[in-house]
Nanobody, 124 residues
């Protein structure tokens, strides 16, 4: 059973940066990709970014393009999310997930494993 552990969340001022990490307990040989989702307060969980596990191709939500960068370290079974120029609308619980089925990156049903989440709060 794959376990995902996120880290790196916290309280940050607007305009600041954070780097989230997500480590998998198992090698992800058969995974399509790893991704980050987030759930803002009072809202549904939404797609943030994805990186293909095999070829490194990335995909981003429009709201984070140009500010967030997803990357992976295959040898460490770890995915990262570098978040720059944060604003209060980025406040959310951030979850990493493993995409285990083909299809839309935005479809949460395509993801077979989820982390517990890490809180990111952007506030002055």
């Amino acid at each position: 059973q794959v376990q995902l552990v996120e880290s790196g969340g916290g309280l940050i001022q607007p305009g600041g940066s954070l780097r989230l990490s997500c480590a998998s307990s198992e090698h992800l040989y058969s995974a399509y990709a790893m991704a980050w989702f987030r759930q803002p307060p009072g809202k549904e969980r939404e797609f943030v970014a994805l990186v293909s596990w095999m070829n490194g191709i990335t995909n981003y939500a429009d709201s984070v393009k140009g500010r967030f960068t997803i990357s992976k370290d295959t040898a460490k079974n770890t995915v990262y999310l570098q978040m720059n120029n944060l604003n209060p609308e980025d406040t959310a619980v951030y979850y990493c997930a493993v995409k285990t089925q083909g299809g839309s990156d935005f479809n949460q049903g395509r993801y077979g494993y989820w982390g517990q989440g890490t809180q990111v709060t952007v506030s002055s």
